[in-house]
């Protein structure tokens, strides 16, 4: 039996996240999912293994690729190293919201400045706002680091889902993007704020990261295909 016939609305909502160290696993995993997902997340643990290739190998599959390496450092050092990864072909790049309004336009400078070398369209810049994992966050906090983003000109955000609705009143023209989802009945490890993909997206998220809901299932397609119905009565 072929792969069930998922809306491209629906995919263009579902990023996997490719979050093991071995390329080959990840690549056959890859494909094994992309009539699900439209977006290959590789986060730091697979690029720091397997660096550029970590990027190009999804991008030939026909995902846009979301390179989660979180930037955080000095603004000239994180200019540096965005332009390096603006060459190669992500679509979307995190940078720690927390750097500060100078760090985050240097990204998305930097990204800019490598994309156009290359002849590549700019990934866009999501900000960090607060780990998933960070249940104790200060009040304000949120509210500061999205001011940082809005005034750097970053054209997303990743948030919990809880953060929603003040991401969409302060700042109602990015991209929401929402890690941390977990349907009924899976464990929430080590997820603070997680959430179910229709509880996100009827709070306004606009990118569902799926990880270990789908790759650790025993069945991952039929974990998948139970998602993608979700998203799909909740839009």
Same mark, same amino acid.
Request: net charge negative.
């Given at each position: 039996?072929?792969?069930? %016939?998922?809306? #491209?609305?629906? @995919?263009?909502?579902?990023?996997?996240?490719?979050?093991?160290? %071995?390329?080959? #696993?990840?690549? @056959?995993?890859?494909r094994r999912m992309l009539p699900w997902f439209s977006v290959a997340k590789v986060g730091l643990e697979l690029f720091s293994a397997s660096g550029p290739e970590a990027v190009g190998i999804f991008v030939d599959q026909g995902?846009?690729?979301?390179?989660?390496v979180k930037l955080h450092d000095i603004p000239t050092t994180v200019g540096k190293a965005a332009r390096v990864l603006g060459s190669l072909g992500a679509?979307?790049?995190?940078v720690h919201a927390s750097g500060g309004t100078q760090m985050l336009s240097a990204a998305v400078g930097g990204?800019?400045?490598?994309?156009?070398?290359v002849g590549l369209a700019p990934p866009m810049v999501l900000a960090v706002t607060i780990l998933t994992s960070d249940r104790d966050a200060p009040?304000?906090?949120?509210?500061?680091r999205l001011g940082h983003a809005v005034n750097a000109g970053c054209g997303g955000v990743v948030c919990a889902a809880s953060e929603l609705a003040e991401v969409s009143?302060?700042?109602?023209?990015m991209l929401s993007v929402v890690p941390g989802i977990r349907p009924d009945g899976?464990?929430?490890?080590?997820?603070?704020?997680p959430a179910t993909p229709s509880q996100a997206i009827s709070q306004g998220a606009g990118l569902l990261v799926i990880g270990r809901a789908v790759t650790g299932s025993e069945d991952?397609?039929?974990?998948?295909?139970?998602?993608?119905?979700?998203?799909?009565?909740?839009?």
């Amino acid at each position: 039996m072929g792969p069930p %016939d998922i809306s #491209e609305e629906v @995919r263009s909502r579902l990023a996997l996240a490719l979050d093991v160290d %071995d390329l080959v #696993e990840a690549g @056959r995993l890859g494909r094994r999912m992309l009539p699900w997902f439209s977006v290959a997340k590789v986060g730091l643990e697979l690029f720091s293994a397997s660096g550029p290739e970590a990027v190009g190998i999804f991008v030939d599959q026909g995902y846009d690729v979301f390179l989660d390496v979180k930037l955080h450092d000095i603004p000239t050092t994180v200019g540096k190293a965005a332009r390096v990864l603006g060459s190669l072909g992500a679509s979307y790049v995190t940078v720690h919201a927390s750097g500060g309004t100078q760090m985050l336009s240097a990204a998305v400078g930097g990204l800019n400045e490598g994309a156009s070398a290359v002849g590549l369209a700019p990934p866009m810049v999501l900000a960090v706002t607060i780990l998933t994992s960070d249940r104790d966050a200060p009040s304000g906090l949120l509210e500061e680091r999205l001011g940082h983003a809005v005034n750097a000109g970053c054209g997303g955000v990743v948030c919990a889902a809880s953060e929603l609705a003040e991401v969409s009143r302060l700042a109602p023209e990015m991209l929401s993007v929402v890690p941390g989802i977990r349907p009924d009945g899976v464990a929430s490890h080590d997820q603070g704020r997680p959430a179910t993909p229709s509880q996100a997206i009827s709070q306004g998220a606009g990118l569902l990261v799926i990880g270990r809901a789908v790759t650790g299932s025993e069945d991952p397609e039929s974990a998948a295909t139970g998602i993608a119905d979700e998203v799909a009565q909740s839009i």
